[in-house]
């Protein structure tokens, strides 16, 4: 009876207030990140915050960025009525830290025991990632809708390519990396090059970026060199789930009409990879359905490699991964070789 009790009265104060029944259960899911996309060189994080009641800072925005070093934690501070409160951007499941404020307490207060927890105020462009503030209407409630890319990882791999001079190491890497999150350091190790070497290396790193830093200040790569050069990056094993080893044709991008079920149990290797890189999976998919169609696909990249695979794509799989399946193929590929001699 008290259940029931209480659901109507529930219904009772939506109705009075004109609040739907939908926009009562949204309040508790808003205030809250959630991971969009995840992958070894970005990761994209999503933040509806409720915009009621929300004070100004002396900067005149309604939300200022603090940053934990040691936790590797890019927060959100915002101030409402008598809190400020501290969300968690990169670690969803971590509680909001709530300051209780009197007519008294000042920003710098809060700041002073955020320092204390070792979160600094920050720019995203400091920590290499990118936000997208809107407003937004989340199931009828008016919220900030707080989003931001982490590129860290990414731009480590970046910047050891142009500390080192090596383009190497980033040849396979197709996930595009902010401009400006690279350029000044571009920059610094350009003017620190000393030989035509380490300038023909950052060029293929620019043109990997799409930096025009290099427009008529470097004399033109020759057929010949460029040959070469792509003969020296060729040596190097692709990164996962970056490059194919074995080409297989691939149809052109299309609206998946097929369930979820069909894609995890009966789709074929070219069906499933045009699926999960060429169409919209990403977005019709949850996290873990997309994790785990990402394992499927590597087992059938996996068999359709030991199935199809020449020679050479075998031992060149073979010394990254020492499988001894691939072993056992290389052997038998190479008793046939002889065989046919």
């Not at 400020?84 to 009197?102: D, E, V």
């Not at 008016?142 to 910047?159: A, N, P, S, W």
């Not at 010949?224 to 990056?233: G, H, N, T």
């Amino acid at each position: 009876m008290r259940i029931m009790r209480n659901i109507l009265l529930i219904l009772l104060f939506s109705f009075l207030t004109g609040c739907s029944l939908e926009s009562l259960l949204a309040l508790g899911e808003v205030d809250k990140t959630q991971i969009v996309k995840y992958s070894p060189y970005v990761k994209h994080y999503r933040a509806y915050l409720t915009r009621t009641h929300l004070k100004t800072f002396r900067n005149g925005k309604k939300y200022l960025y603090f940053y934990n070093k040691k936790e590797r934690d890019l927060s959100i501070l915002v101030h409402r009525k008598n809190q400020y409160i501290l969300y968690s951007l990169y670690h969803p499941k971590k509680h909001a830290i709530i300051f209780n404020t009197t007519n008294r307490t000042r920003y710098s207060h809060i700041a002073r025991k955020l320092k204390q927890r070792h979160y600094f105020r920050t720019s995203c462009s400091k920590i290499a990632c990118i936000p997208h503030v809107a407003l937004r209407r989340y199931k009828g409630i008016k919220t900030l809708r707080i989003e931001v890319k982490d590129y860290r990882q990414l731009q480590i791999l970046y910047k050891k390519a142009i500390r080192t001079y090596n383009a190497k190491t980033i040849k396979n890497i197709r996930t595009k990396l902010p401009k400006k999150l690279i350029y000044t350091y571009f920059k610094h190790y350009k003017k620190r090059a000393k030989t035509q070497k380490q300038l023909d290396q950052l060029k293929i790193i620019a043109l990997k970026l799409q930096l025009n830093i290099f427009k008529h200040k470097i004399k033109k790569i020759s057929k010949k060199e460029k040959i070469e050069e792509e003969k020296i990056l060729d040596k190097t094993f692709p990164e996962k789930e970056e490059i194919e080893v074995v080409e297989v044709p691939m149809p052109s991008p299309r609206k998946p009409i097929k369930p979820y079920h069909h894609y995890l149990k009966n789709a074929s290797y070219p069906e499933l990879y045009s699926y999960l890189y060429q169409g919209d999976a990403r977005n019709d998919l949850s996290y873990n359905q997309y994790a785990t169609l990402q394992k499927r696909i590597a087992t059938l990249k996996e068999e359709n490699l030991l199935q199809e695979g020449s020679l050479e794509e075998l031992i060149t799989a073979y010394k990254s991964n020492k499988n001894p399946r691939y072993k056992s193929k290389i052997l038998l590929l190479m008793k046939k070789a002889q065989e046919n001699k």
